[in-house]
């Protein structure tokens, strides 16, 4: 069968290609990107603010990067995590969702609504995670968020009030979900023992994740403290990133939130995308056996032109961790997590390979612009996966751990099209093919 496919296909590869020069001649807009590689204006926000280069006079120039989540600067919010010392993703959360930043009561009421749905169903556990393993747990995950919508009541309800509190039971399931999956796997395809804990309604979601994870439940508060940063610097990107846009294109339809939030969770499990956390620890993980942490800049250089030249890892030719299609010369929380990870690295001796890490971009960013005359940045996958690893949490989970923290913005940027623009998406493709008649079959 394969073998008459792979020729239909060869056939149809004859007969249907199409030229290159025909984008530029209707002046499509690949990736739906402007010449000068900005997105194309597909909606308006309140939500953050993506901001990678200036434009000036019309033309756009390289910047530094920032994030704002309701108009405040991210790294404010991390800078409040180290002077008061406490959990901010829920707080990030309570500002994404609702736009403002929650007094102490408000702030007490929404951990409590979160907390409250921690718990899974009655025998969700057993019948559906237990009952099910899989291998892949990005997939895993889409079917658990599709199994919710079976626990709904009223999951065809897309108010947009209903839309927040379901998106709030999402949000605040998620995580157990994802731990919950994981033990699963490794319990029965990597022969391992089970370890099922119950949630702790009292701790954080980073404390959560780091207690579900754990074969005695411990970690220490730095630990989650690093992670709850983690969380907020992927909580949201705006509403042209893949899977929020995904997200809101499904939605556009009328169609149930579960949906648009399994859609939104395949967009991220691209390798381009929120997969990038898990290909850069093979990328990383293949270079370092071919030439060690101690290799030299040059050693470097040699396989990140193998890269490039498709010739190395996946053989895609691209360089995972790096790159952005908005960030230009740097990504704000690629530079935070940098930071992190270095501190982590010091305290677990593995400061030669976090130093492999940063050579390795610099190199991999001179490299680029040799070749291709534009400056890229580390993105905020290049060091996510090597924080996960000082903090003993599994590749597995890398992508996951992104949709934990995503699922707020994908459900605020669900909403806010809901109220304002509330439009099906659906733009338009130019026919650039011929007409012909209609044969008999034994004409043909
Ligand atoms: C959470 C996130 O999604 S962050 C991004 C995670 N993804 C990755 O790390 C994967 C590696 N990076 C990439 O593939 C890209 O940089 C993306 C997908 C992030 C952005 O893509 P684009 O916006 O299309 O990048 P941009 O317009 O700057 O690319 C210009 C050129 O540089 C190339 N380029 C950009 N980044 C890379 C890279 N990391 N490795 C190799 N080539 C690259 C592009 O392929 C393109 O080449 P072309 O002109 O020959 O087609
Ligand atoms: O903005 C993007 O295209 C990708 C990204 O960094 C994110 O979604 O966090």
Known sequence: MENRIQSFFEKSLEENQIDNELYKKYSVKKGLRNEDGTGVLVGLTKISDVVGYKKVDGEKFDDYGSLYYRGINVKDIIEAQRQEKRYLFEEVCFLILFGYLPNEQEFKEFKQILSDNYELPPHYLEGNILGFPAKNLMNKLQQEVLMLYSYDDNPDNTETRETLEKGINLLAKIPSIVCY??????????????????????????????????????????????????????????????????????????????????????SLKGPRHGGANLAVKKQMELAINEISTQASDEQIRTIIQRILDKDFNDKSGLIYGIGHAVYTLSDPRSEILAAKCKELAMEKNRLEEFEFYTRFAMVAIDEIYTRKGIRVCTNVDFYSGLVYDMLDIPSDLYTLLFVA?????????????????????RPATKYVGGIDEYENIEDR
């Open 181 to 266: 999956t994981y033990q699963t796997k490794v319990h029965y395809f990597d022969e391992q023992s089970l370890f099922i804990h119950h949630v702790n309604q009292d701790y954080s979601i980073a404390e959560t994740i780091l207690s579900l994870l754990r074969d005695d439940g411990n970690f220490s508060e730095k630990e989650a403290e690093i992670l709850d940063i983690s969380l907020v610097l992927h909580a949201d990107h705006g509403g042209g990133n893949n899977s929020t846009f995904t997200n809101v294109v499904i939605s556009s339809t009328g169609t149930d939130i579960y949906s648009a939030v399994a859609g939104a969770i395949g």
């Open 405 to 425: 923290a995503r699922t707020v913005g994908w459900i605020a940027h669900n909403i806010e099209n809901k109220l304002y623009s509330n439009r099906i998406i």
